[in-house]
């Protein structure tokens, strides 16, 4: 089997925490035999307890280019259907769907950035699946194929390539019909003034 891409095991800050409400508890309950509203600070230090060794029961989380591994149950990537995140991120609890529309609840006990990295593995890897309802792609802003997206761009490409086409010249008349025959009839008088005051020069 290959080496994993990466590996996340509990935080031990967690197992702090454990010890820590377990304490609380044996306290509490030692305390409650004379003070009886202290068993409520039992409870609530008991609760915590359980919920902190179960998170540090977990089993160690691996992620590999095929499959996610949980311990030493195998979960395929193009197996997962969708992911949804809940509240939690640290410590991180995402909801998997798998092919067969069983979920299962990932659960790490872990700090902010180790929890933010393993929840970016988990959708990056989940090729097939939606996440929080998202597709794939949308989710990740990765281009798509739209339908109809060529039909509009034709027209664009044509009006941009219109200004690049060569037009022939159109001949378009400075002068009405009108104008032009009256700057013919002075140009002739011009003309015949002409000859006229050279035949008086000759004559002189």
Same mark, same amino acid.
Not at 45 to 53: D, H
Not at 110 to 121: A, K
Not at 155 to 170: D, F, I, M, Y
């Given at each position: 089997?290959?080496?994993? #891409? ?5 935080? $031990?800050?967690? !197992? =702090?925490? @454990? ?5 609380? %508890? ?69 909801? #998997? ?5 069983? $979920?299962?609840? !990932? =659960?790490? @006990? ?5 929890? %933010? ?88």
């Amino acid at each position: 089997m290959s080496r994993p #891409l990466a590996r996340y095991r509990p935080s $031990r800050r967690y !197992l =702090l925490f @454990a010890l820590l409400a377990i304490c609380g %508890t044996i306290f509490s309950a030692w305390t409650g035999l004379r003070w009886p509203s202290t068993w409520i600070a039992a409870g609530l230090f008991g609760v915590t307890s359980v919920a902190l060794i179960t998170l540090l029961w977990q089993p160690e989380i691996e992620i590999y280019e095929t499959h996610l591994q949980l311990g030493r149950r195998i979960i395929l990537w193009r197996e997962i259907r969708r992911l949804d995140q809940t509240g939690w991120i640290a410590p991180l609890v995402v909801s #998997l769907t798998l092919s067969t529309d069983r $979920r299962v609840f !990932l =659960l790490y @006990a872990g700090d902010l950035d180790s929890s %933010t990295s393993l929840l970016r593995h988990l959708r990056r890897y989940s090729r097939n699946a939606l996440l929080d309802g998202i597709p794939y792609r949308q989710a990740w802003g990765e281009p798509g194929e739209k339908p109809g997206l060529e039909k509009r761009s034709e027209p664009r490409k044509t009006l941009e390539s219109g200004p690049q086409r060569q037009s022939s010249p159109v001949y378009r008349p400075l002068l009405r019909p009108e104008e032009e025959e009256e700057i013919e009839r002075m140009f002739q008088r011009l003309k015949s003034v002409g000859r006229l005051d050279q035949r008086g020069s000759d004559e002189q």
